[in-house]
């Protein structure tokens, strides 16, 4: 395979080709490039600053691992998202104790919660590019190999990383599908306790019908601690460990915000498919997302189903439920929103200028060849594509089973040098994977469970016989009164429902596991047949992508340095730095929408009903017009949400949202509708980010319900009574 030029391509394109402001999820490395046009969007800092992981704002933005978070105060204090936060308020919840409906909000750092032994505070300190290293042994080589080789070189730098920093957890990142490879290294932060919650009337206000819609008026935010241990390195949760001290952290803005405003945010977006093929987006829009939706809606019916009745199970599944919900409204915008900007269509046309271009360039035959190999391999999936959604979905989507299988597959990996373990199940996972089945306990209904597996195993025993899994079958049966036995039987007989059984299984030896005639393991023992043979056809066909798939991308950077425009890597979870400004939002015909919200908002839906039951604490506060320093002056109330231009995506839920001074004005926690296809396309017309205001975040926490210990931490005014109430709106409002 010859070295591909992209990477060199890209930075000079980036050099001579113009930026559009509010598209784009920029590396840090990348942004010295951008410095003039970051400039005249307002940014009154240094662009070239940013690039540097170890310096502030960047060295404050944090990952927690699906969502993003930032470092606010010298003691550790960490802010994010509620939704972010949704599972370790959960798993502190009881019928009881309802932190969910009531809040939190501990007096003192000793009164602070666990989060959990999953959650983490990760600070990427190192992004380094090795991609000769990881491509080295994989040139020349094709499928399965190619993908063993990538996975074995990466696993190298990874071990020589970590061994290098015990604490810090280090990854190997492909950028440009295959392409370009980096090694992140992240300080593992593993205690992490819960500081603030506002109820979930406030923090999930509007909950399903709101989410991703505007106008909001939701305060989306919630309040951790990292702690240490007393040297100062990453320790499990532990009475004697003491708060992380941080490099950096940001400082929260005072002044008002307007339209217009320089607005610039960091954090960790998931995934985006933009650089995918027009086949890859004819899948999503004909197949994937409609599917998607069916099977959420249908999941959800399920856990409904099961927990009919009890207070303790709905508890128990909040959080399940809640990721479940987001899911589905996100797939069903996401598939709306790439019909309406004929997507498909669009990125076919892309594909033909770029051939067009490809056609004259000295490589294009080799090129063409790569390109066409590439959509072969991508075609050869779909037909198995039925069976591996539901096979992935009964493993993700329970706790016991899903715990059976973690615990086999250990079994099998630990019989293994730890470099030949399969990713995930290598020593320095084993934590984590401890942590999944302590949290089991308090995520975990029989009932629910069985109600989940149910549904599942029916579409299953309804997909054509040559794509049905023969392991399935076994042990579960093939009709649907053998289903109900088996799982009657599977649920009654397992020990895995106690923890000190799981963790039991977790210590024991790989021959004591694999040998275990508890029900559920031996089903796991089974069915991990099946995972094992599928993961080869993935490694051959993964491999394949590997080592195809950067001749579309040299096609796509070419053609588009052609025509003097940037290309930037699909988001992967790094940390990304995306800028523009507070944007208003003019969605349909004669529909024109302001970019701030307000208080009186959340009075005008309120309903006294879920998810429009504001508590009483807000109502009184809002009626008494007691806001404070923090009101808007121009508004003359009290803003609650905000909008922005700034390009965003799942992951950057909580991610801090900054002034041209980079200090923090908000938090980002959702899309707006019609935005929400920008994971892969990007439509500048509608693609706006919705983010919590810090005015109202201050406000709450104040006013409404106080944490004077949290503001006078943070170095804000513990009250702002200095203005008084504020006077009515103006008529109209």
Request: hydrophobic share 40%.
């Amino acid at each position: 395979m010859r070295p591909s030029p992209v990477a060199a391509a890209l930075a000079a394109l980036l050099l001579s080709a113009p930026v559009v402001a509010d598209e784009g999820m920029w590396l840090p490395s990348q942004l010295p490039e951008v410095e003039s046009a970051m400039r005249d969007s307002g940014f009154q800092g240094d662009p070239g600053s940013l690039s540097d992981l170890s310096k502030p704002p960047m060295s404050a933005v944090v990952s927690l691992g699906g969502c993003t978070a930032s470092f606010v105060s010298p003691q550790g204090l960490v802010v994010t998202n509620h939704h972010c936060a949704h599972g370790a308020i959960q798993l502190n919840s009881t019928p009881e104790n309802n932190l969910i409906d009531d809040g939190f909000n501990a007096a003192t750092m000793a009164d602070e919660l666990s989060a959990g032994p999953g959650a983490r505070v990760l600070v990427t300190d190192r992004f380094e590019r090795i991609t000769d290293r990881i491509l080295a042994d994989a040139r020349g080589t094709t499928g399965r190999a190619y993908h063993d080789a990538v996975e074995a070189a990466s696993k190298a730098a990874v071990a020589e990383c970590e061994a290098e920093a015990p604490g810090y957890r280090c990854s190997v990142v492909d950028m440009y599908y295959g392409t370009d490879f980096h090694l992140v290294r992240q300080l593992e932060i593993r205690d992490v306790r819960l500081a603030y919650a506002p109820p979930d009337a406030i923090g999930s206000y509007g909950d399903e019908i709101d989410n991703f819609m505007w106008p909001r008026h939701s305060g989306d935010f919630t309040f951790y601690r990292a702690y240490v241990g007393p040297d100062g390195r990453p320790a499990a949760f532990s009475p004697d460990n003491v708060p992380f001290k941080p490099a950096a952290w940001l400082t929260v803005s005072t002044d008002p915000l307007a339209e217009g405003d320089f607005a610039m945010l960091a954090g960790y977006p998931g995934r985006t498919f933009r650089h995918r093929s027009a086949a890859e987006f004819a899948d999503q829009v004909e197949w994937q997302l409609p599917s998607r939706v069916e099977l959420m809606t249908a999941l959800l019916a399920a856990i409904e189903r099961g927990s009919a009745g009890s207070a303790d199970a709905e508890v128990r599944y909040a959080a399940q439920v809640a990721s479940l919900k987001n899911t589905l409204k996100r797939a069903q915008g996401e598939l709306d929103g790439l019909r309406r900007s004929d997507a498909v269509a669009e990125r076919r046309r892309q594909e033909a200028a770029m051939s067009a271009w490809l056609a004259g360039q000295p490589d294009a035959a080799a090129t063409r060849a790569d390109i066409d190999a590439a959509s072969e391999v991508i075609a050869s999936a779909r037909a198995t594509r039925e069976r591996d959604q539901l096979f992935a979905l009964m493993q993700a989507q329970t706790q016991l089973l899903g715990s059976a299988m973690r615990l086999q597959r250990l079994a099998l990996e630990r019989g293994k040098p730890d470099a030949e373990r399969e990713g995930g199940y290598q020593l320095r996972d084993e934590a984590r994977i401890e942590a999944a089945l302590r949290q089991a306990q308090r995520r975990y209904a029989p009932e629910v469970e069985r109600a989940i597996l149910a549904e599942l195993l029916a579409r299953h025993r309804a997909l054509p016989a040559d794509q049905r899994v023969p392991e399935i079958e076994q042990v579960f049966g093939t009709d649907a009164a053998a289903t109900d036995a088996a799982l009657e039987s599977l649920y009654a007989d397992t020990a895995l429902a106690s923890e000190d059984e799981r963790l039991r299984l977790l210590a024991a030896a790989p021959a004591e596991v694999q040998a275990s005639t508890d029900p559920l393991m031996r089903a796991a023992a089974r069915l991990q047949q099946a995972v094992l043979r599928f993961e080869d056809a993935d490694k051959a066909r993964a491999g394949e992508l590997l080592r195809l798939r950067p001749a579309y991308m040299r096609g796509m950077i070419g053609h588009a340095r052609s025509e003097g425009r940037a290309v930037y890597p699909d988001a992967n979870s790094t940390l990304r730095v995306s800028y523009g400004r507070i944007e208003s939002l003019q969605p349909r015909d004669a529909v024109s929408w302001a970019p701030l919200t307000t208080v009186e908002g959340i009075v005008e839906k309120h309903t006294g009903v879920a998810p429009f039951d504001a508590p009483g604490p807000l109502l009184d506060a809002i009626a008494r017009r007691d806001f404070g320093a923090t009101a808007d002056p121009g508004l003359g109330t009290q803003t609650v949400n905000f909008l922005t231009n700034l390009d965003t995506t799942g992951g950057n839920s909580g991610s801090p949202v900054m002034d041209a001074r980079g200090r923090l004005i908000g938090l980002n926690f959702d899309s707006n509708w019609e935005a929400v296809s920008a994971s892969w396309k990007f439509d500048p017309r509608y693609k706006r980010a919705i983010h919590v205001d810090a005015r109202y975040m201050r406000w709450i926490m104040a006013r409404v319900y106080p944490a004077p210990q949290l503001l006078a931490e943070m170095g804000l005014p513990l009250d702002g009574a200095d203005r008084g109430p504020a006077p009515a709106p103006a008529a109209g409002r």
